[in-house]
């Protein structure tokens, strides 16, 4: 069963997706990382504010069998952060792309998106 | 089952105290104000008969060794002789104050010294230390013996290498000794990447982790060439004693170049597992490192044991006195009842033990190395995930025949080691039992793939059914107090678990 | 051998079935070069009789422990250990069974494991309980290395009233992290407040202090925690007698952040030094940050309300190298020890023996005072250990206790090397100890 990719975002190799509009970045896990994780029981909140750098940790994700970083896609500033998932983690399973995000950095410097995948890019280096 | 809170009745007892309380003690005069208070602290109010019953009941919804095969790779569950019970429970071990005179202990210390000398004789190193309480305890200790060694040489190393097949005990223990922990990759036969190996070990690495036979149950032919690339830049090697019941009288860590080893005695050597402990994780080490262990050590000179002072440069302790005594005698007793030739006949009957299993059920569940293993063999639920079934699910399907599920998810490293089922049949389990379980398992294997929903709503024989897990970590209710402030919003059966 | 069942002709066939000759064949493996080829230089295998006979030889070479009184503790306390207790605790399906990974077949050891979390919750008056760490000084030693992580904070101030074995454990497992640490000093045998609020600032991730302290001290908790918190820093209260949550305020109460506490006394035998069995106890929003394995409720696939692991994405098994701690195998029989001890005592029982061990530690003081061959060294409040200065040898002193079936009390210069603490004991009292014996030790020490 193909996991589900959106087109127009562009994901990185430790499955995080990002959709930029202006010089925003939302970042939220890809569909093939909450269906590896199994149902999420807790995500540690993000500091509004907090600064990262591209590849960075940025926040942790844990389920009953597994717990997991949240990689920053690019560098920036955090924003916003999510407050829904943070209180009902399982938003993220339901619908990873959408009510699902987690944080939105302000982009710091737009050349680094070149070091992200695209949508098709991640279906090959995902596909089962 | 009812909590014990949950059968409480007003003013019922279950203790016994002299008639004299020393009543003409003000106890205001003994506490002060800061520190005093009105209120008794609320703990449960039953009889000696309540409580007896209540926990013969819970016991009866355990299994335990005694009840039958515990194929868990990597645990070593063997029969705990009943008579090493009986010596660990002697009163005058039992009720020996550790701060006591050192002339009114010497049978303890004598015991630790002489145990002392049959493990560096049966792991060819030079010297324990009894202080750890468990293997984890020992990594940390291992991993701080490790750090001093290279502090003590001005020699400041800040990563350690570990095995991608490795125990999580064997990361988290390095981070805990402050050191960066690097991976290194198992190759296509289950065994340490030597190539990476040598890429990755340089003097910035302190050393590295290896439990020989493997986490997945293989023995490392590359032993030689590990402790050469890693002896070659200074390094040291530390043996994860988790497997050693493969090794008796097969290969002494010591022998191949191991420079820390630790022993875990609830597994190898037969010590009972409690639930979860207590076990022990003694610590032995080559003559180099000796000034490092952990303070003290017990000596003899000559006419009178003593515990005596490392010396200065000891990591310092890694627990208040000096180590879990009774698990302590009773390894001691298990080897004397052994005998070189008995530890021998241990390796080689769990050996073809898991052997045995491995060819039998091989054709049914896919192996994560197809080569002979050590004493506990790595099956795959692989291929039962087109029917729709998760090992987890074998797992719990395994509990409705009476056996207690092997070790499941673990090893897990990818490509090979991925819905791992690790099974290790001790050589106290006959050849009839073992049976049973491969019957079992080729049972479970067809059910798999004609009626999976048994499987996926396993276990249906068990004292509970399927636990909620997520359930569980997303609304933690962890003592009964948390319950009760839910009370309203809960719907459980009220009802007694019948078994 | 009887603990090895399958005979060599049921090998012999075994090794037909997987499909080699011999069993060389299995371990060909392992390189010739690290082979053990002698025979194991260890006595042959002796009978079940000559072990027994063996073993209890080197037991005689102990002192007959059982008929003796102690009058130490210094962190291991002798409290009656109840026969219905011992008895429990020795089902096979409790003391051989694994950790309770597979809940469907560890009900019993997963429900004690909740029920001990009760109790020791409603003690400290504290949210959360991590019911098993291996003892009391690692316990502290993980608080510590909590407190690091929770305050992001690298100092740390140390009362020198905390058990020395403990205090040597949490500076061997901080190590690595290369922290300041302070040393925090007595004043009249409890912890110098006045020093405390000169030390404490915005750097200092925790405090830790003994409560009983080393000296059997009573510290005011509530005034340290108070400065403690003005900069920011936890307050890690490590207990060594938990027999004194039966009388004393909870630490809850007083504003404790970490609880490190020594289960000990609650029905584990002494065993010349362990196994014992500790637990952490705090606040709720620190739970995510404990090490160890912690039970929780929830329902099954019927309804049913069953116990089960839970928060285990912190343990080593998930988080590897990012995980709270290493700990993996703790002191589970343990728990189950306590915690059958505690049922057994009841509300009223360990409230009942609480106040006797501090009512039985005091008559002796006394009478000791008394007999005018000791004198008070500090005037501090204390539970059930106390200290008090020989006017007589003190090693003429142990020797006709020890003659007297007592085991004397601990010497204190063996940790502490100040001048005023020369000649000065550590005195224990528990409830093993009746009006009687204490007469007597207060007359023996009289002479």
């Known amino acids: 069963m193909a996991a589900k990719v959106i087109e127009g975002f562009y994901y990185t190799q430790t499955d995080e997706w990002l959709k930029v509009e202006d010089n925003v970045g939302t970042v939220g896990i890809t569909d093939y990382a909450q269906d590896k994780l199994g149902d999420i029981v807790y995500l540690e909140k993000t500091e509004k504010g907090k600064k990262v750098k591209q590849t960075e940790t940025l926040t942790a994700v844990e389920s009953v069998k597994a717990a997991s970083d949240i990689y920053a896609p690019i560098s920036g500033e955090v924003i916003e952060v999510n407050e829904k998932v943070v209180e009902d983690s399982s938003i993220i399973n339901k619908e990873p792309y959408g009510e699902g995000w987690i944080a939105k950095i302000k982009i710091e410097n737009a050349d680094e998106l070149k070091n992200l995948m695209g949508a098709k890019e991640y279906s090959e280096y995902r596909k089962e | ?499 | 051998m009887r603990y090895i069942p399958n005979t060599e002709e049921q090998k012999k066939g075994m090794l037909k079935e997987i499909g080699v000759s011999s069993f060389e064949d299995l371990i060909e493996s392992v390189p010739q070069e690290v082979r053990f080829k002698r025979k194991l230089n260890i006595p042959e295998a002796i009978s079940e009789a000559e072990l027994e006979e063996k073993i209890y030889q080197i037991a005689k070479k102990n002192s007959d422990f059982f008929l003796m009184k102690p009058l130490i503790g210094a962190g291991a306390y002798r409290h009656h250990v109840p026969e219905a207790e011992k008895f429990l605790l020795q089902r096979e399906e409790f003391w051989t069974c694994y950790t309770p990974y597979q809940p469907e077949l560890s009900q019993g050891t997963l429900q004690s494991m909740f029920e001990f979390q009760t109790y020791i919750a409603r003690l400290t008056k504290m949210d959360v309980v991590i019911p098993s760490i291996y003892d009391g000084a690692s316990a502290t030693a993980e608080a510590a290395l909590m407190s690091f992580r929770l305050t992001h904070r690298n100092k740390i101030i140390i009362s020198s009233t905390l058990h020395p074995h403990y205090r040597k454990t949490v500076e061997t497992y901080i190590a690595p992290h290369e922290p300041e640490i302070v040393e925090l000093p007595y004043k009249d045998g409890l912890v110098d407040i006045d020093k405390l609020e000169k030390l404490i600032d915005a750097g200092v991730a925790s405090v830790i202090v003994q409560n009983p302290n080393f000296f059997g001290g009573i510290e005011d908790l509530a005034e340290i925690c108070e400065l403690v918190h003005a900069k920011g820093a936890l307050l890690i209260n490590a207990i060594a007698e938990s027999m004194s949550l039966g009388v004393l305020k909870a630490p809850g109460e007083m504003g404790a952040d970490i609880v490190a506490g020594e289960a000990q006394s609650f029905g584990m035998e002494l065993n010349y030094g362990g196994p014992y069995n500790a637990y952490l106890a705090t606040r709720k929003q620190f739970l995510r940050q404990l090490p160890g394995r912690i039970v929780g409720e929830t329902v099954d696939a019927d309804g049913k309300r069953v116990f089960v692991m839970t928060m285990r994405a912190r343990e080593q098994d998930i988080r590897r190298e990012k995980a709270t701690s290493n700990i993996c195998t703790n002191h589970g029989l343990n728990i189950l020890a306590a915690n059958i001890y505690l049922s057994l005592m009841g509300t009223e029982g360990l409230y009942k023996v609480s106040l006797l061990n501090t009512k039985a530690a005091h008559y002796l003081e006394n009478l000791l005072l008394k007999s005018g061959k000791f004198k008070k060294v500090f005037h501090y409040p204390f539970y059930n250990e106390f200290l008090l200065k020989s006017k007589n040898s003190v090693s003429t002193l142990s020797e006709k206790l020890l003659k007297n079936n007592f085991i004397p009390p601990l010497e204190i210069s063996r940790f502490y090397e100040e001048e005023g603490l020369k000649d000065v004991l550590l005195f224990a009292v528990t409830e093993v100890l009746s009006r009687e014996d204490l007469n007597r030790v207060a007359e023996i020490l009289a002479e």
């Open chain 2, 1 to 499: 089952m009812k909590l014990i809170f949950e059968k409480s009745i007003k003013a019922r007892d279950g203790y016994s105290l002299p008639k004299d309380l020393f009543d003409e003690v003000d106890i205001k005069s003994c506490i002060p104000a800061y520190a005093a208070t009105d209120a008794k602290k609320a703990l449960s109010e039953v009889s000696e008969v309540d409580v007896i019953r209540h926990f013969t009941k819970l016991s009866k919804f355990n299994y335990g060794v005694d009840d039958g095969l515990y194929p868990l790779g990597s645990c070593t569950m063997k029969y705990n002789p009943k008579v090493n019970e009986k010596l660990a429970s002697l009163d005058n071990f039992v009720c020996a104050p550790p701060l006591a005179p050192e002339e009114t202990v010497q049978g303890c210390l004598e015991l630790m010294y002489d145990l002392n000398k049959l493990l560096c004789e049966v792991t060819g190193v030079d010297q324990y230390t009894m202080a750890p309480a468990s293997g984890a305890h020992g990594e940390l200790t291992g991993v701080l013996i490790m750090r001093q060694h290279f502090v003590d040489h001005d020699d400041k190393r800040h990563k350690m290498l570990v095995p991608d097949s490795a125990h999580g005990t064997n990361p988290a223990s390095c981070t805990m000794g402050g050191f960066k922990m690097i991976e290194v990759r198992s190759n296509e036969k289950g065994t340490v990447d030597i190539k990476q190996l040598k890429d990755l070990m340089d003097e910035d690495t302190a050393g590295l982790y290896v439990t020989n036979p493997n986490t997945v149950g293989l023995y490392d032919e590359g032993i030689r060439d590990i402790e050469g690339i890693v002896h070659g830049k200074g390094g040291l090697l530390y043996y994860d004693g988790a497997n050693l019941n493969a090794s008796f009288g097969i290969m002494r860590p010591g022998d191949a170049g191991f420079d820390i080893v630790h022993l875990n005695l609830h597994k190898s050597f037969s010590t009972p597992h409690g639930g979860g402990g207590p076990g022990s994780g003694v610590i032995g080490v080559k003559k180099a490192l000796i000034p490092y262990l952990p303070t003290p050590i017990v000596t003899f000179d000559g006419k009178k044991y003593h515990l005596s002072d490392v010396g200065e440069k000891s990591i310092g302790m890694v627990r208040a006195f000096w180590g879990n005594f009774p698990v302590l005698v009773k390894t001691y007793a298990w080897i004397l009842s052994m005998g070189p030739d008995g530890l021998g006949n241990s390796s080689e009957a769990s050996i073809i033990n898991a052997n045995y299993v491995l060819a039998k059920l091989k054709k049914y569940y896919r192996p994560a190395y197809d080569r002979y293993c050590g004493h506990e063999c790595v099956l795959t639920g692989r291929d039962y995930k087109k029917y729709g079934i998760k090992t987890l699910d074998i797992a719990k399907r395994l509990m409705d025949y009476g056996f207690h599920p092997p070790t499941i998810y673990f090893p897990h490293f990818e490509p090979y080691a991925e819905e791992t089922i690790m099974v290790e049949p001790p050589e106290s389990e006959s050849k009839e039992v073992i049976d049973e379980f491969i019957d079992a398992m080729i049972k479970i294997s067809n059910e798999a793939k004609t009626n999976p929903e048994l499987l996926k709503s396993a276990p249906h024989n068990t004292p509970i059914r399927r636990t909620d897990d997520v359930l569980a970590a997303k609304r933690p209710i962890l003592n009964y107090d948390d319950e009760l402030k839910l009370k309203d919003e809960l719907k459980w059966r009220a009802e007694d678990i019948n078994f």
